[in-house]
């Protein structure tokens, strides 16, 4: 079983794919986490990619495709996987489509996580304390939200005539 959580930030797509590990025994693919790794690195490409989390960006489109196909290549993804945090595009639903096209593999379910905007921001002001995320700050936070609803809520639209 393959399936695509979608959400804001702070909507609790990483709590809700934690619960379901557990139950369906398929991993969860943090695109976000995968993300913070490549920041974690001492290259050209993680200070890239640190740029653009850290001003609460996306990363491009490709870049997170083919981080994600690497990880969809692993044994243990052959049963399904539950992404959090991916796609985040139009495009990335569709290279996502490709790849799957490509390797006899679909998606069997898009969830929406509706949280309103103000427990948003507490949630992740909140985590700001508890982790050491740099994109928790609150005009970060503020900027991510609008990323989510100028490039990652038309997905919603896209996934739903697909059926």
Known sequence: MRIVFIGPPGAG??????????????????TGEMLREVKRQDTALARWVARHLDAGELAPD??????????????????????????????????????????SRKLDLVLDLHVVQEQLVL?????????????????????????????????LDYYRKRG
């Open 62 to 103: 490709h870049l997170v495709m083919r981080i994600v196909a690497q990880r969809l290549a692993q044994p243990d993804c052959e049963a399904g996987c539950l992404f959090d945090g991916f796609p985040r595009t139009i495009v990335q639903a569709q290279l996502l489509d490709e790849y799957f096209s490509r390797s």
């Open 13 to 30: 797509k990483g709590t809700q794919c934690k619960r379901l590990v557990e139950l369906l025994g398929i991993p969860q693919l943090s």
């Open 123 to 155: 949630r992740l002001l909140k985590r700001a304390e508890l982790e050491d995320r740099g994109d928790d700050d609150y005009d970060t936070i503020k900027a991510r939200l609008r990323v989510f609803e100028t490039q990652t809520a038309p997905l």
